[in-house]
């Protein structure tokens, strides 16, 4: 996985680096972001939809099908449980209300594929990243807290439609689409961070 990352990343930085010779074929990407978390990520730690996500990508067309860029996101998770009587370390149990705090970064080379190759309306696609995740990691029992960072590799897959407002291979228009993310953590009682996420972006051609 680590190596797949590097080579992706590797791509992307050298389409983006390229890009000041053929600028009609560079596009910026922004946008919002919401995302569910699953497995032992929900059930352990956090089980709320979190509503505080942004995405950005500069992306490079090699041609109308295939795109490859650097994105970069941006998540918060946030849960408070009431109180509880907790079991610690050493046989010892302690009465407090838990505030769960995680924030991942995600930074990650990302392949997109149009299999319409720009001769619709309404642009499906495909897409693949792979890269790391810089993930704050936030646990409070009442006042006591514990605050950890780590860079886990993580991956990404998605899939969506571009909805253009011109029809040149380097379109500006509406992204909507679909994530499954998957970063290779493995603390604090999380076998990994894992979500789906839905999203809405304006794509701008760089000129």
């Given at each position: 996985m680590k190596k797949l990352g590097l080579i992706l990343?590797?791509?992307?930085?050298a389409a983006i680096t390229n890009?000041?010779?053929a600028q009609d074929k560079l596009k910026m990407e922004l946008g919002y972001n919401?995302?569910?978390p699953l497995g032992s990520f929900k059930t352990n730690y956090v089980s709320n939809t979190s509503f505080r996500g942004l995405t950005g990508e500069i992306s490079y067309a090699i041609n109308p099908k295939f795109s490859l860029g650097l994105n970069l996101g941006y998540q918060s998770y946030?849960?408070?449980y009431g109180r509880q009587v907790y079991k610690m370390d050493g046989n010892q149990t302690v009465s407090a209300v838990v505030s769960n705090t995680?924030?991942?970064m995600p930074l990650m080379a990302r392949a997109t594929y149009f299999p319409m190759g720009g001769s619709s309306s309404v642009q499906p696609y495909l897409s693949a990243g792979a890269g790391v995740n810089f993930v704050n990691y936030n646990q409070y029992f009442g006042e006591f807290g514990d605050a950890q960072f780590s860079s886990p590799l993580g991956v990404q897959a998605g899939a969506g439609v571009l909805i253009p407002f011109g029809n040149k291979l380097n379109q500006s228009?509406?992204?909507l689409g679909a994530t499954y993310n998957y970063a290779a953590y493995n603390k604090n009682g999380l076998?990994?961070?894992s979500s789906v996420g839905a999203n809405v972006g304006v794509v701008f051609a760089l000129r």
């Open positions: 990343m590797t791509f992307a930085i890009s000041a010779f919401l995302s569910a946030y849960q408070k995680l924030e991942v228009g509406i992204k076998s990994n961070l």
